[in-house]
């Protein structure tokens, strides 16, 4: 086990963050935990996407599947069903990403999805296997949350895990763990729409500033005490419009 953990939060296609955060990491020392939610919204979910596929091949990162890859992967598995909810959720972005700028205007569904099949077979094949959930000593990385009715948190639902929010976030943490989550914005848990800080409670850290939405992304490194360091950028070029 590596001395160090490094989490980044929810980074939605914002390469110029991911590069920035990435500055601080060091394969040596640290175990990268993504932790979900690298595409959709922003414009470069393609580099996004391969960025974290090497950086599991080549340092062993940990890549968690959130609910966006899990958007994503429906979207090819069932193109006309699911476009229009993908499209809400700043799946253009993506498709226009890996293919071309405009392409989600010039063909329907099933041909973007059938090109992306036929390009893109390794990507698809790494997001398939992406795990759920990563656990480090006392943390429990997750996207989303877990289902804390449960007396088993293991037996949380693939879905729950990307998904969940409030049942999680109000619900009381028997799990022995401090658990490390991105999916819902601190802007919201803090309960302002305002404040991009991590948001504690309950040996819960929720870490995604809402970066896409002009707030901030985080980049946390844990020891087996607690947090080491916090890494803030604030998304400089966009208003904050957490209703986007």
């Known amino acids: 086990m590596k001395t160090y953990v490094y989490v980044l939060s929810d980074i939605h296609g914002q390469l110029d963050l991911f590069e920035k955060l990435l500055e601080d990491f060091d394969p040596v020392n640290h175990q990268l935990v993504l932790i979900g939610d690298l595409n959709d919204r922003g414009p470069k979910s393609k580099a996004c ?86 656990e480090w000593g006392k943390y429990l990385f997750v996207h989303a949350g877990v289902n804390l009715a449960l007396k088993d948190w293991h037996q949380t639902t693939p879905r729950e895990l990307m998904w969940i929010r409030d049942d999680f976030h109000q619900g009381v943490n028997h799990t022995g763990k401090t658990i490390v989550f991105g999916h819902t914005i601190t802007p919201s848990l803090h309960g302002d729409n305002r404040t991009t800080d991590l948001w504690f409670s309950d040996n819960k850290i929720g870490i995604d500033g809402g970066a896409i939405y002009g707030g901030s992304v985080h980049g946390v490194i844990f020891d087996k005490k607690g947090i080491v360091q916090d890494i803030e950028y604030q998304k400089m070029t966009a208003s904050w419009n957490p209703n986007q």
């Open 49 to 134: 996407f391969l960025k974290g596929k090497e950086l599991v091949e080549k340092y062993q990162a940990i890549y968690l599947r959130g609910n966006h890859e899990d958007y994503f992967l429906k979207f090819l598995a069932n193109p006309e069903e699911v476009a229009d909810r993908y499209w809400l959720n700043g799946g253009r972005e993506t498709i226009n990403s890996l293919l071309h700028p405009g392409a989600t205007e010039e063909y329907s569904p099933t041909e973007m999805a059938m090109m992306m099949r036929g390009h893109y077979k390794e990507l698809i094949e790494f997001l398939k296997n992406l795990p759920y959930y990563f």
